[in-house]
C-alpha cells in the first residue's frame, strides 16, 4: 500500500506532502525529535507565518452557560483572547473546570459563545449557521478525545475513513486513503481489527489517523492521553505532533499533563474562565518548528 497521494487530495485544495513514512519514536526534548530535515514540514509558498488568514484566532471570548440574568453562575469563559498560528500546536492547561474544554468546544464551533468572536480563514465562526459549522468541523476540523470515541462495531480502517464517507468520497478511495495512515502510525496489520480488539494506545493511534485524514486545518484534542500510562502518553503525543506538523494541521491539546503539554511548540495556562499564562520559550519543540511560537494575549 502506499501512502497518501497527493494527487487524490479534492480539486482546489493545496498540495500537501505524503505522511511520514515510518514511526519514529523520540523523547520530546530531543534536539532530533520529529521530522527529519528532508521530510521537515514547511509553510506553503507565498504563506509566511504569521499569516492572519490561516490562524484560528479568539477574540474576548465570552461563555456563559444556561440562561443569562441571576441566576447564571460565573462565566466559563470570562473574555479569552488567543491566537493559535497556522501549523503549530498549542497546549491548554488549567485545573479541574476552569473552562478548558468549554474553550476547546467554542474555538472548534461546537459551542457557540455568549460574546465575543472566533475567527477562521476570515471568518467568525460564531455567527455560522448551525449547518455551516457542522461542514467547518467535518472538512476543516479535527478531534481526538480522551477515550478515541470510536465506533465499536466498525474495524479500524472504516473508523478512519468515515470522516471522508461523511464527506462524500466513495467507500473504496476512503478506505484507501485510510489505509495510508496504518504504517506511520504504527498500525500496520490492524485495519481489520475492532476498537475492543486494540489497545488504548492503539485505539488512540485509530482516533488520530481518522482525526487527521480529512487533512483538517486544525486538530482538537481533549485530554488526549488522559486515559493511558506515561510512555503510551508519549507515544500517542509523538504521533499527534508528528503527524499535524507534517499536514500543516494546527494542533490545539487540552491536558493536566506537563509532559504532553512539553509536546507542543506552546502553552497557556487557563484558570477560571481566563488566560492567566502563556510561555512558549520553555515548551518550544526542537526541530523544523524550533522558531514557532504559540501567541496568548
Ligand atoms: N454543559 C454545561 N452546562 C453548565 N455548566 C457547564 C457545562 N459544561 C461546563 N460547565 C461549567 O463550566 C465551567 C468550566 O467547565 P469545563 O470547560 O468543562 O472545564 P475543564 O475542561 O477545565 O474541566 C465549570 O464550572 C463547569 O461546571
Ligand atoms: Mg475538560
Excluded at 475567527?119 to 478531534?143: K, P, Y
Aim: net charge positive; with cysteine; aromatic share 4%.
Amino acid at each position: 500500500m502506499s501512502y497518501y497521494d497527493p494527487a487524490r487530495t479534492p480539486s482546489g485544495a493545496p498540495e500537501r506532502p505524503a505522511f511520514p513514512a515510518s514511526p519514529t519514536l523520540a523523547p520530546p526534548v530531543s534536539p532530533t525529535v520529529g521530522l527529519t530535515g528532508a521530510q521537515a514540514p514547511s509553510r506553503p509558498a507565498g504563506a509566511p507565518s504569521p499569516d492572519p488568514a490561516r490562524d484560528l484566532v479568539a477574540r474576548d471570548l465570552v461563555m456563559t452557560y444556561g440562561r443569562s440574568g441571576a441566576s447564571a453562575g460565573p462565566p466559563a469563559l470570562g473574555g479569552v483572547d488567543l491566537t493559535i498560528r497556522a501549523g503549530e500546536s498549542l497546549a491548554v492547561m488549567g485545573p479541574s473546570g476552569s473552562g478548558k474544554t468549554t474553550l476547546l468546544h467554542v474555538l472548534a464551533g461546537i459551542l457557540r459563545p455568549t460574546g465575543g468572536q472566533v475567527l477562521w480563514r476570515g471568518r467568525d465562526i460564531a455567527r455560522m449557521s448551525d449547518r455551516e459549522r457542522t461542514v467547518l468541523r467535518r472538512e476543516d476540523f479535527g478531534f481526538v478525545f480522551q477515550q478515541g470515541m470510536l465506533l465499536p462495531e466498525l474495524p479500524a480502517i472504516e473508523n478512519v475513513a468515515l470522516p471522508l464517507m461523511l464527506g462524500g468520497v466513495r467507500r473504496s478511495e476512503a478506505t484507501a486513503r485510510a489505509a495510508t495512515l496504518f504504517h506511520p502510525l504504527g498500525l500496520s496489520g490492524l485495519e481489520k481489527r475492532r476498537p475492543g480488539e486494540l489497545s488504548g494506545g492503539q485505539a488512540q493511534r485509530v482516533a488520530i489517523a481518522r482525526a487527521l485524514v480529512a487533512r483538517p486545518g486544525v486538530v482538537f484534542a481533549d485530554e488526549p492521553t488522559g486515559a493511558l500510562d506515561q510512555s503510551t502518553s508519549a507515544e500517542v503525543m509523538h504521533h499527534l505532533t508528528q503527524l499535524a506538523a507534517h499536514t500543516g494541521a494546527s494542533l490545539v491539546v487540552v491536558t493536566h499533563d506537563e509532559n504532553v503539554a512539553r509536546w507542543c511548540h506552546g502553552v497557556v495556562r487557563v484558570r477560571d474562565g481566563r488566560i492567566a499564562g502563556a510561555d512558549a520559550d520553555d515548551h518550544v519543540a526542537a526541530g523544523p518548528v524550533q522558531a514557532a511560537t504559540a501567541v496568548a494575549r
